[in-house]
């Protein structure tokens, strides 16, 4: 069970960009997250008329690894740990570890 999801609110811990917050786009991999607005690379682009794109420089959001992030919980606007209880009818529950209260469900897409 992967302890940062999709659509979870985190901070980087460590980095260039250590400090800034932003929601999880998608999982790159098991090891790799694009978040948004963070690790951001300058992408030159040619202009291709057929789909209606301009040239010129793009930001582009490049992959980072989830151990240099943290979820953040909402209730103390800190990084936080997560931890999964299992329910007595087999269900698995995320937590934050300071707290031990329930993290909110991303919505599913």
Same mark, same amino acid.
């Given at each position: 069970m992967n302890k940062i999801r999709k659509g @979870?609110? +985190?901070i980087v811990i460590t980095g260039k960009d250590k400090g800034k917050t932003g929601v999880v786009l998608r999982r790159v991999d098991d090891t790799h997250l694009i978040v948004e607005g963070v690790n951001l690379s300058k992408k030159h682009t040619? #202009? %291709? #008329?057929?789909? =209606?794109q301009q040239g010129g420089i793009v930001d582009k959001a490049m992959p980072i690894d989830q151990s240099n992030v943290a979820i953040? %919980? #909402?209730?103390?606007?800190?990084a936080d740990? +997560? =931890? $999964? $209880? +299992?329910?007595? @009818? =087999?269900?698995k529950q995320r937590i934050y570890k300071s707290d031990r209260a329930p993290i909110a469900s991303a919505p599913s897409a």
């Open positions: @979870d609110q +985190v040619k #202009p %291709n #008329p057929m789909k =209606g953040l %919980n #909402p209730s103390s606007k800190k740990r +997560v =931890g $999964i $209880i +299992v329910a007595e @009818d =087999g269900s």
